[in-house]
């Protein structure tokens, strides 16, 4: 098993720009979660799905757009990158309360 | 809604010492209380957990301890490394039904050879 992948591991954006950072699991776990973290302040969720066609808004959802098309694959989209959304993004899947983290993608905006 | 703070921010041993690392949760319906480890350029791994109906687990030399009453939870660890050096972070689950989990700040363990 591969667990949680994460696409890109960098990636530098200017403001206003497009992207989609990707995240998929083999472990066929319906709960998966995105979470940004910055300094000082842990993970924070900006959006979750319990499963295919259900997604829902965390703590920190604005700026970001997310779908669950199938159950391996969760990607966060932002519409209009913003420097306030330079951070370290995680994908997680969850299976009986424990969360299996991706690597991370570090996302600058400038 | 929930609210976990962690203490300290910082912790530097030596190596054999032990490690102590608090967590305070606002929300008394959380009930379960996981603890990650995150090394350098990876995302946090589970280390152990703790669900409310239970006081203490212990893992080898990893312990936490949850008080309910006072809504504070601990790790410890025992005889330290110097690979048990990353950053720690306490989580609490706001309720049976939600998967929101809501992370402490962090705490960067350092352990000195």
């Known amino acids: 098993n591969a667990g949680v992948t994460q696409t890109p591991k960098f990636q530098v954006l200017k403001t206003g720009q497009s992207m989609t950072l990707q995240c998929a699991q083999d472990m066929n776990h319906e709960y998966m979660s995105w979470y940004r973290q910055d300094p000082g302040m842990g993970l924070r969720l900006i959006h979750y799905?319990?499963?295919?066609?259900?997604?829902d808004q965390g703590e920190v959802p604005n700026g970001y757009n997310v779908s669950r098309s199938t159950t391996e694959d969760f990607p966060l989209r932002l519409l209009s990158a913003a420097p306030s959304q330079t951070s370290v993004y995680f994908c997680?899947?969850?299976?009986?309360?424990?969360?299996?983290f991706g690597p991370g993608t570090r996302l600058t905006v400038l | 809604g929930e609210n976990v703070e962690q203490h300290p921010s910082t912790l530097s041993v030596q190596e054999g010492d032990s490690a102590v690392i608090k967590c305070t949760y606002s929300?008394?319906?959380?009930?379960?209380f996981p603890w990650y480890k995150q090394e350098l350029g990876k995302g946090p791994q589970l280390i152990i957990d703790?669900?409310?109906?239970?006081g203490e687990k212990k893992d080898q030399r990893i312990a936490v301890t949850l008080n309910k009453t006072a809504k504070h939870f601990s790790l410890h660890i025992t005889e330290t490394q110097p690979e048990d050096s990353a950053v720690y972070f306490c989580?609490?689950?706001?309720?049976?039904?939600?998967?929101?989990?809501?992370f402490g700040a962090g705490t960067r363990l350092t352990v000195k050879p």
């Open positions: 799905s319990v499963g295919a066609g259900i997604t």
């Open positions: 989580a609490a689950k706001p309720s049976p039904n939600n998967n929101d989990m809501r």
């Open positions: 997680a899947s969850t299976s009986f309360n424990e969360q299996f």
């Open positions: 929300d008394s319906a959380s009930n379960y």
């Open positions: 703790i669900r409310s109906n239970v």
